[in-house]
């Protein structure tokens, strides 16, 4: 049976990386094809477990020259990163989540590797070589399904980097031209910047958000302008609701009080907004600034909480590409090359969570995928961790049959002799 699944999943691979690499080469296509069954296969981004995966009857170095070779072109970012974010469009509804997160990829030994910048590695919580990435992931509210839609690489060195302003803004016109303005922006403290409100707060950008804030940013409410902080300490929280964190695998329970205030944001006074307050998280309040119309309903107000709360589970996400496909032990030298893979990465990533894990047509697929995934303590809540290591599994003990040899000159001469 498992020899029939691996079958199957080698085939949707090949549908699906065909299916981004319309409009790239010959070469270009077969590499995508082969660096997303790779990495799927090896969970890993080093070119030579790549090469591996593939068993072609040629030297191991042959096979990743290749790979490191085509992985420099770069036609392959564009083109896979708009056929991703078009396929995962048609899952996204009026109001999905689509989480904009900024991370980094640490390189703290790195020497060699083109243009790298300063970043705060997020583990250590402290500065380190590196580069950041901007990803956005698509989610239901209270649902734990997740459709990876952006993946992108990038270094403030980098001769063609402008701003990480418009890194972000590049996001948010290849989603939402995608997605037709579906879907509810949701960002961290980080997007609390007036030029992301320049971008998203004007009435014909047709962009729904809810952005976390800062605090110190000034706001008009009844007819004064106060900092959002004091708006938040004299807000009226008539509603509760207790939830349960899970921290470093002990759970803690939460009580929430929350409610709202009508506010407008000075350099955009024609436009309502609201300020939606929660108290029990933290020192100090959760703040959140969004165009979606708050009213005095208790659904409506915690919709908004819990939409932001989803956001912590998208750091499983963040996680899992990190450890599943060891992207922080990325090790291809040149600056297109890293970002192409990472854009692959996304793509295998898409795979494993979308066309393999949620359509209705691969449940029994994924079922068996996912009993392929030898864990010592069953199937977590976040099952994409045992996807990719039922993928591993069953492409590891059923690998790619590889091509036969080409036929000598001269065997093919003695096709002909007398």
């Known amino acids: 049976m498992i020899a029939q699944t691996a079958t199957k999943i080698r085939s949707r691979i090949e549908e699906f990386s065909g ?24 969970q890993s981004t080093h070119l030579t477990e790549v090469a591996r995966s593939l068993e072609e009857p040629i030297a191991l170095i042959k096979t990743e020259n290749r790979l490191s070779r085509n992985l420099a072109r770069p036609q392959i970012r564009p083109v896979v990163q708009r056929a991703i974010a078009e396929q995962g469009a048609s899952r996204v509804e009026r109001d999905t ?18 243009y790298l910048a300063r970043v705060r590695d997020g583990s250590k919580k402290e500065l380190a070589d590196g ?32 701003s990480e302003n418009e890194e972000i803004f590049r996001a948010l016109r290849l989603i939402s031209g995608a997605t037709q303005d579906r879907g509810i922006w949701v960002i961290d403290i980080g997007g609390d910047r007036r ?39 004299r807000c009226r929280l008539p509603y509760a609701e207790t939830i349960v964190k899970e921290e470093k695998g002990s759970e803690r329970v939460l009580s929430l009080e929350f409610g709202f205030a009508p506010v407008r944001l000075p350099e955009h006074p024609d436009v309502p907004l609201w300020l939606v307050v929660a108290t029990g998280l933290g020192e100090q309040p959760l703040m959140l600034l969004t165009n979606v119309p708050m009213r005095r309903n208790r659904k409506v107000l915690w919709w908004a909480v819990s939409a932001y709360l989803t956001r912590w589970r998208i750091e499983d996400t963040i996680r899992y590409a990190k450890q599943c496909y060891r992207l922080e032990d990325i090790r291809v030298l040149k600056y297109e090359r890293l970002r192409n893979l990472v854009v692959l990465v996304t793509a295998a990533m898409h795979f494993a969570c979308v066309v393999l894990g949620t359509r209705a047509k691969l449940e029994v697929l ?37 091509p036969p040899p080409a036929p000598t000159r001269a065997a093919q001469m003695a096709l002909f002799s007398p």
């Open 366 to 402: 994924a079922f068996r995928v996912l009993r392929a995934a030898k864990r010592l303590f069953g199937i977590p809540d976040f099952r994409y961790y045992a996807l990719a290591d039922g993928l591993r599994e069953i492409l590891t003990r059923h690998p790619r049959r590889p």
């Open 195 to 233: 030029e992301i409100y320049d971008e998203v707060v004007p009435p014909e950008t047709n962009k729904r958000f809810l952005i976390r804030q800062k605090g110190d940013r000034h706001l008009l409410c009844g007819g004064r302008k106060e900092a959002t902080i004091e708006i938040a300490r």
């Open 19 to 42: 299916n981004l690499s319309r409009g790239l080469s010959k070469v270009a296509a077969r590499l995508v094809s082969e660096m997303i069954y790779g990495i799927s296969a090896r």
């Open 131 to 162: 580069y950041w990435l901007c990803q956005v992931i698509g989610v239901e509210a209270q649902s734990q399904e997740i459709v990876p839609l952006y993946g992108e690489l990038y270094s403030q060195e980098a001769p063609d980097f402008v």
């Open 97 to 114: 989540l689509l989480v904009l997160d900024l991370s980094d990829i640490a390189k703290p030994y790195a020497r060699k590797m083109e």
